[in-house]
Every structure is written in structure tokens, then in C-alpha cells.
């Protein structure tokens, strides 16, 4: 069943949320933008949801919540949570319910297609800041291709390697946990971030 998306902190605060975000913050904007959108989504949201049974978490807190963890970079549903209401796992699992009935892509087209956003969009180019990406790769997680490097010590996601001085570059090393990742130098004469400078 699909839950109501009403807001509740009367309950638990004198002073309502959105009275702590300053007046010029650029979520009021965003929010402003994703409420309108959400409510054209409506129709699509109440086609995944039965009638009976416990109000689930609403869809639109689902995906503003999913919006804050991408503004905010905040890496896993766990992180999110701070509320016991929202457990990580129902959370997620209610996530996927949106993603499997094509939720995210109905949800980027009415944003997109909101008056406040056409005007910001262009078909002429598209430009990305590659230094504000957060790759899902740590500098140990590079290995040498050719599986010649020693293994990390005392286990664990986050076990100790001993890598400085070891000279790695695209070519020999890839990384175990995002294969896509890629070592970068910030500029001409700097080290890359997993290189060892000397």
C-alpha cells in the first residue's frame, strides 16, 4: 500500500524543517522543481501499489531521499537512514519497486520537462567536471594486472597494502572493485592520486 507523503514534524519540533534551511538555499529551488514533478507521477506511483496492507514509505520521499544521497554523495542507503522508520533494507527494497516499474526514468523526464528546467537545457554540448566524480574505487583496490602483487594483510574490506613506491599507471594496474576507474593526474608534472611520487 502506498503511504502518504504528509509531513510530520509537529510531532517531534516546534519549528517545521524547512524553517532551518535558509531562505536562498538552492534545495528550496530543487524541491520546488521535484514537487512539481512528483505530482505528475501520481498516476504511474499508484500503479505499483496495492490498496490493502501497511502504508509503505511514500514514493516521494523514496526519491527525494535518493536525490539528497546523489547531491550530498552519500554512498550507501545505511548512511542515509536516520531515522528507524526507515530501515536500510525496507528502504532499499522499496527503491527497487520504483526502479522496476520504470519509476527513475518517468521521474527525469518530468523534471526535465518542467518549465524551470527547459530553459537550463541545450542540445548543443554537454560538459562534465570529471574531478567532482567519486569513483567507487579506493587507492589499495589497484592491482597489478598480471596478479603479481602481494595480497593486503589482516583482511577485511579495508586491509593494510604496502604500495608507496610502487609505480602504477593505466597499463599495468586496474582497480578490483570498479574496473572503470582510472588513476588521473590534476595537472602536468603532478602525480597521479595512486601513483607514488618521487
Same mark, same amino acid.
Given at each position: 500500500m502506498r503511504g502518504e507523503d504528509r509531513r510530520s514534524e509537529e510531532m517531534f519540533s516546534y519549528v517545521r524543517a524547512d524553517k532551518r534551511v535558509p531562505s536562498d538555499h538552492p534545495?528550496?529551488?530543487i524541491r520546488a522543481i521535484v514537487d512539481a514533478a512528483l505530482a505528475d507521477l501520481s498516476p504511474a506511483f499508484m500503479k505499483l501499489y496495492s490498496d490493502l496492507g501497511r502504508p509503505s514509505i511514500p514514493p516521494e520521499r523514496l526519491l527525494r531521499a535518493l536525490l539528497l544521497q546523489a *547531491?550530498?554523495?552519500v554512498r550507501s542507503e545505511r548512511q542515509l537512514m536516520d531515522d528507524a522508520v526507515w530501515d536500510p533494507t525496507? *528502504?532499499?527494497k522499496n527503491r527497487d519497486r520504483l526502479l522496476d516499474g520504470d519509476i527513475a526514468r518517468k521521474f527525469l523526464g518530468a523534471v526535465l520537462s518542467q518549465p524551470r528546467v527547459r530553459g537550463l537545457l541545450s542540445a548543443e554540448h554537454f560538459t562534465v567536471d570529471g574531478t567532482l566524480i567519486e569513483a567507487w574505487a579506493s587507492l589499495k583496490s589497484f592491482q597489478p594486472k598480471d596478479g603479481s602483487g602481494t595480497p593486503p594483510t589482516g583482511g577485511g574490506r579495508n586491509a593494510e597494502r604496502g604500495f608507496h613506491g610502487e609505480k602504477r599507471s593505466n597499463?599495468?594496474?586496474a582497480s578490483t572493485t570498479d574496473p572503470d576507474a582510472r588513476p588521473f593526474r590534476k595537472g602536468p608534472g603532478m602525480c597521479a592520486e595512486s601513483d607514488a611520487c618521487q
Open positions: 534545495l528550496r529551488a *547531491f550530498y554523495t525496507v *528502504f532499499s597499463d599495468t594496474h
